[in-house]
């Protein structure tokens, strides 16, 4: 079925550098408390300011945070177009927010520019990879907060040795907080 995919507009929302990224545990799907109670100070900071970017218009708010040491051409996760947290663009839940942030610029991630109108097929989750020939594509800033929602995106290989720091909050009514530490 033809569909018109990709349409939320993504908001940016820049904040402050910061100097070296330091160690703190990566967090998948935690509260917003237990990733503060757990988090280095640095990465409590950066929390506490994009709770300003909240909504507040979902039942839950789960938080990733990922300190990765990348070498050059290393992928810090698998090198797939996705939808965070859904497999499909239409999935009957209310679309998810999502605030991403990253400090450090050896590997930035990569978006779709704007809507993109696709053939899709009626899986479950669907291959992206293989829909998508040549997409337009923009690559985010370090140090800026993107407000987004079902957007295709992909990590991208380190185009050099360096520190990455990746938090996410997300704003879902599917899944709730898990605090699970890597
Ligand atoms: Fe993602």
């Known amino acids: 079925m033809i569909a018109v995919i990709n ?23 935690g509260s917003l408390d237990f990733v503060l109670q757990k988090s280095n100070k640095q990465v409590s900071k950066i929390i506490e300011t994009m709770c300003s970017v909240i909504q507040n218009k979902h039942s839950y708010i789960i938080v990733d945070v990922k300190v ?5 051409k290393e992928l810090p996760c698998l ?7 859904v497999g499909r663009h239409d999935e009957p839940q209310k679309e998810e927010v999502h605030h991403l942030v990253l400090f450090g610029d050896c590997s930035l991630t990569s978006f779709i520019d704007g809507p993109i109108e696709i053939d899709v097929p009626n899986d479950k989750v669907i291959n992206w990879n293989k829909l998508l020939v040549d997409p ?34 997300t704003e879902t009514d599917k899944i709730n907080p898990r605090n699970i530490i890597k």
């Open 7 to 29: 349409s939320t507009k993504i908001i940016k929302t820049p904040i402050f550098t910061i100097g070296n990224i330091e160690h703190s545990p990566t967090i998948k799907y």
């Open 68 to 72: 990765h040491d990348l070498k050059e």
């Open 79 to 85: 090198d797939n177009w996705h939808i965070d947290c």
């Open 136 to 169: 337009p594509t923009f690559q985010i800033e370090s140090n800026t907060i993107y407000t987004y929602g079902r957007n295709l995106h992909k990590g991208m290989p380190a185009t050099k040795n360096g520190r990455r720091l990746l938090i996410r909050i």
